[in-house]
């Protein structure tokens, strides 16, 4: 049996670490590259149709080395030379971070408007798209040694609501696909953590208001709106501060599950 490796290892630090970010031009994304370059990491911005937002993210990202990156869910070839593209241009990944998904309103009744393209759709981008960015990511990982790789989640996972049926339950594979996987890479030196959040206040829904999910937040128990940088604050903290953490996803909900 291999012996216990020594604990206290204090913060995860950021600098001369590079994080990549799927998703990364806009939302929780976008936020969460903030952050981490605001505390010395390397960014590659992921985006798929985001390419000019991507862009004018970098331009005002702090630090330098900073690049975009072309990560379609639905294209695993193109993951595979993102990889390739991180590995040649930056030398190596410490964070990933799944933050591309895709999702449409659908109420949960209407049965036949969840039609079987949607229902491919979501779970490709939000199922498929993750684990293959991670498998063609995972050979960088392994090689740092200490490794972290954040998915966004959400709270549809667990109580089966959100905007769609599809969507709880792609979010609630992509939960499954992360036990799996801390158990596996863990002895390789990677953590694997879920950020779950409820309804947060971007337009990551098409045609969901702010005053939508202001109500949804007045029903929770904090009673407050969950902004694109309290869910990046989250996964900052799974980063540099939850050392001991794999294989579980975190609420980040205002107490909304209870």
Do not use: W
């Not at 996972?157 to 049926?165: E, K, L, P, Q, R």
Request: hydrophobic share 45%; proline share 4%; aromatic share 2%.
């Amino acid at each position: 049996m291999a012996e216990a490796k020594p604990g206290g290892m204090g913060p995860y630090d950021l600098k001369g670490r590079v994080a990549v970010i799927t998703g990364g031009s806009n939302g929780i994304g976008a936020a969460t590259a903030r952050r981490m370059a605001a505390e010395g990491a390397t960014v590659a911005v992921g985006y798929n149709s985001g390419a000019e937002r991507a862009a004018a993210l970098l331009r005002e990202l702090p630090g330098s080395g900073h690049i975009a990156l072309h990560t379609p869910m639905e294209d695993s070839a193109a993951l595979r030379r993102a990889a390739a593209e991180v590995e040649a241009k930056l030398g190596r990944c410490d964070v990933l971070v799944n933050s591309a998904a895709t999702t449409r309103a659908v109420p949960h009744a209407d049965l036949e408007a969840l039609d079987d393209a949607l229902i491919d759709r979501v779970l490709v981008a939000n199922v498929r798209g993750p684990f293959a960015t991670i498998r063609a990511f995972a050979p960088l990982l392994k090689r740092s040694g200490d490794a972290v790789i954040v998915n966004i989640s959400s709270l549809a996972a667990v109580t089966g609501t959100g905007s769609s049926i599809i969507y709880g339950a792609s979010k609630a594979a992509l939960d499954t696909i992360g036990l799996s996987l801390a158990r596996v890479l863990g002895p390789e030196g990677v953590r694997v953590v879920g950020i779950s959040p409820s309804a947060v206040a971007t337009d990551f829904v098409p045609g969901r208001s702010r005053e939508a999910v202001e109500k949804q937040a007045a029903s929770s128990p904090l009673r407050t709106v969950t902004e694109a940088d309290d869910v990046a604050l989250a996964i900052m903290a799974a980063v540099t501060q939850l050392r001991l953490t794999t294989g579980t996803t975190i609420l980040v909900d205002g107490g909304k599950h209870l």
